[in-house]
């Protein structure tokens, strides 16, 4: 009897122990096999936004449109091949994600100092991180270890994402959808206190809707005409659009908001409460943002024996 019951112990811990192994890590994840790993993503990530403040928007953005279709797998960086349709010409891509020849450089960079060790999706979420911080929002421990795919979906990109024209009650059932509560959901909204939309996005909303400040739709009817100029950009966050910090939610209740999805989480709902507190309370929402951020770069990652490290983010080995 004894031995049956240790051997049954030993099952469960092997058991258990290849549960663990196929987790996520910490950031210490790559302190022996690269330890330069961290500081090579840190130091391109802030030259690159010291160049154009535009990109720490758009590198938390790559993460997030990674993340929500089929996990963080690095999939949205995959260019179009002969087997499949790439993400990045799904209609929330085109012509609109940007960055990806920052990761590029950043995996030159990595694939010379420690060829081979890491992967595309680890480097966008600790590039998601540096990207915050450098604009003076709060940090977090990235956990690493992720695995790249080696395909990718256009039909999952145009159906998951979510769209800039959602009511409330379909943002909730979509960030639902992916494990993420309301708070999850009002908190990583704010990422929209960083970055710019086109007036395609927004026309509809400054000349139709009506929760919308008045002086503040006047002043961007200049930049976003009734019928043209849809490429034309405006700051999601018009107080600061260039340092992350809680002006997003100030904006909301003063129904600044520039996006119908964004004005819907002040729009006399379930999530006004939230917002009311993140206006109010910057520390609670950088919390909350961080946990959040970290629930996401959890998304069904590729572990273990799973996909591969791409040598080149655009493609598979």
Request: one cysteine or more; glycine letters at 6%; charged letters at 15%.
């Amino acid at each position: 009897m004894a031995f049956i019951y240790n051997s049954f112990c030993f099952f469960v811990a092997l058991f258990l122990f290849r549960i663990a192994s196929a987790q996520l890590s910490s950031d210490y994840y790559y302190a022996t096999r690269c330890p330069r790993a961290l500081s090579t993503v840190r130091t391109a990530v802030i030259n690159a936004v010291v160049k154009e403040h535009r990109m720490g928007a758009s590198l938390l953005r790559l993460h997030f449109h990674d993340c929500f279709v089929n996990g963080c797998d690095a999939s949205v960086l995959l260019d179009d091949t002969s087997n499949f349709t790439g993400e990045k010409t799904a209609l929330p891509n085109l012509n609109s994600l940007r960055g990806y020849e920052v990761i590029d450089t950043i995996k030159s960079q990595l694939e010379s100092i420690c060829p081979g060790v890491v992967s595309c999706a680890d480097i966008l979420a600790i590039a998601a991180r540096d990207s915050v911080v450098s604009l003076g929002g709060p940090s977090w421990t990235v956990q690493l270890g992720r695995r790249d795919s080696t395909t990718a979906s256009l039909s999952a990109a145009n159906t998951e994402l979510p769209s800039p024209s959602l009511d409330v009650n379909d943002l909730i059932s979509a960030f639902s959808n992916k494990g993420f509560t309301v708070k999850d959901l009002v908190a990583l909204s704010g990422s929209h206190t960083m970055g710019q939309a086109k007036c395609a996005l927004f026309r509809d909303r400054i000349y139709n809707e009506t929760n919308i400040n008045s002086e503040f739709a006047t002043s961007l009817k200049s930049n976003c005409p009734s019928s043209g100029s849809d490429d034309n950009l405006s700051p999601l966050d018009v107080t600061s659009p260039v340092f992350f910090d809680n002006a997003y939610y100030k904006n909301l209740v003063n129904n600044k908001g520039l996006l119908h999805s964004d004005q819907q989480l002040f729009s006399g709902g379930s999530t006004d409460s939230q917002v009311t507190t993140y206006s109010t309370n910057p520390s609670a929402f950088y919390i909350d943002f961080a946990n959040a951020m970290l629930k996401m770069g959890s998304l069904n990652p590729l572990t273990g024996s799973n996909g591969q490290i791409r040598t080149n983010c655009r493609k598979i080995n």
